[in-house]
T-cell receptor, first 109, second 117 residues
Framework: GQNIDQPTEMTATEGAIVQINCTYQTSGFNGLFWYQQHAGEAPTFLSYNVLDGLEEKGRFSSFLSRSKGYSYLLLKELQMKDSASYLCAVVDSNYQLIWGAGTKLIIKP | DVKVTQSSRYLVKRTGEKVFLECVQDMDHENMFWYRQDPGLGLRLIYFSYDVKMKEKGDIPEGYSVSREKKERFSLILESASTNQTSMYLC????????????????FGDGTRLSIL
């Protein structure tokens, strides 16, 4: 079967760095998305990776290793507003989007 | 900015009722999607539409139907609501892209929290 694994919950301190991991076992691979979802709000697009390596966008970076079936989202200089759930989603060989259950990130002062 | 608007944030209905959830997008996107989101599970696709009057079943279409009469509007219908359809429902839209709609970011509405009593 197809599977996306993310930690259920993580806690980090304001101003610190946190890495949220996503591992996947899917039938093929055609890209990987990260979305942010604040409680009670819409998921919003953060990043899209299709090639191996690190993509940086301000305080947020996303890394992909296709050979390892692994991605991470790196958040630097954490702010209280970064408290949210982070969703990983993989496009499989049939161009179906497979979603992880999300990681709830709690930022403490 | 893309705006996806869902008609209700909260909705309470009774078992057996026919329920309509409406979604409108303002960016002329070809594709529209309906998901449900339940605790501990990833988003699950109910139906999607890649053009007006076109629809495709997602992973969990049973008990649901959809309607897309206009490009900007995509409706989800619960034919006879049941308690196991209590959930958060999310609508999304996206451009088609050159390879597949799946490689395009989706833009989501704020969701409708539906309770079936």
């Amino acid at each position: 079967g197809q599977n996306i694994d993310q930690p259920t919950e993580m806690t980090a301190t304001e101003g610190a760095i946190v890495q949220i991991n996503c591992t996947y076992q899917t039938s093929g691979f055609n890209g990987l998305f990260w979305y942010q979802q604040h409680a009670g709000e819409a998921p919003t697009f953060l990043s899209y990776n299709v090639l191996d390596g690190l993509e940086e966008k301000g305080r947020f970076s996303s890394f992909l290793s296709r050979s390892k079936g692994y991605s991470y989202l790196l958040l630097k200089e954490l702010q209280m507003k970064d408290s949210a759930s982070y969703l990983c989603a993989v496009v499989d060989s049939n161009y179906q989007l497979i979603w992880g259950a999300g990681t709830k990130l709690i930022i403490k002062p | 900015d893309v705006k996806v608007t869902q008609s209700s944030r909260y909705l309470v209905k009774r078992t057996g009722e026919k329920v309509f959830l409406e979604c409108v997008q303002d960016m002329d996107h070809e594709n529209m999607f309906w998901y449900r989101q339940d605790p501990g599970l990833g988003l699950r696709l109910i139906y999607f539409s890649y053009d007006v009057k076109m629809k495709e079943k997602g992973d969990i279409p049973e008990g649901y139907s959809v309607s897309r009469e206009k490009k900007e509007r995509f409706s989800l219908i619960l034919e006879s609501a049941s308690t196991n359809q209590t959930s958060m429902y999310l609508c999304a839209s996206s451009f088609s892209g050159t390879e597949s709609y799946s490689n395009q970011p989706q833009h989501f509405g704020d969701g409708t929290r539906l309770s079936i009593l």
